[in-house]
């Protein structure tokens, strides 16, 4: 067999399919561009037809470094510790063995003000 002959009658093939995958890939790449680009601006539009109606320049006169905790048995805990996939061991008193839970209803309350849950900063 031909040395020169044998490496040449692949390459053709072996060029035309990277070239398939190259252009699929292209093709994939432009499509999730749109895709999310059209979700940014769903989103944009959105909020200009309906803004928060919570007033966020109220936060700044509250000190939320100045209060105290206490507890909470009606409203916490949020989550079940067992139950959470995301928690990291850092913060898995439960699984290295604590027995106490009561930590969990601990919440702390700002001198002069209530404390917005993490959802009105997210709005």
């Known amino acids: 067999m031909d040395e020169r002959g044998g490496h040449h009658t692949y390459w053709p093939i072996l060029r035309h399919n990277l070239q398939c995958i190259v252009g699929a890939f292209l093709v994939a790449c432009v499509l999730v561009s749109y895709h999310r680009t059209s979700d940014i601006?769903?989103?944009?539009?959105e909020q200009k037809l309906h803004p928060p109606k919570r007033?966020?320049?109220?936060?700044?006169k509250c000190n939320f470094f100045?209060?105290?905790?206490?507890?909470?048995?009606v409203s916490y805990p949020l989550y079940r510790e067992?139950?959470?996939?995301?928690?990291?061991?850092?913060?898995?008193?439960?699984?290295?063995?604590?027995?106490?839970?009561?930590?969990n209803h601990w919440i702390w309350k700002p001198k002069d003000c209530d404390l917005p849950r993490s959802l009105f900063f997210l709005k």
């Open 66 to 73: 100045s209060g105290k905790w206490i507890y909470d048995n």
């Open 82 to 103: 067992k139950e959470c996939t995301f928690l990291v061991d850092d913060f898995a008193c439960q699984k290295f063995g604590r027995k106490d839970i009561l930590y």
């Open 55 to 60: 007033n966020v320049s109220s936060i700044p």
């Open 41 to 45: 601006e769903e989103i944009l539009i």
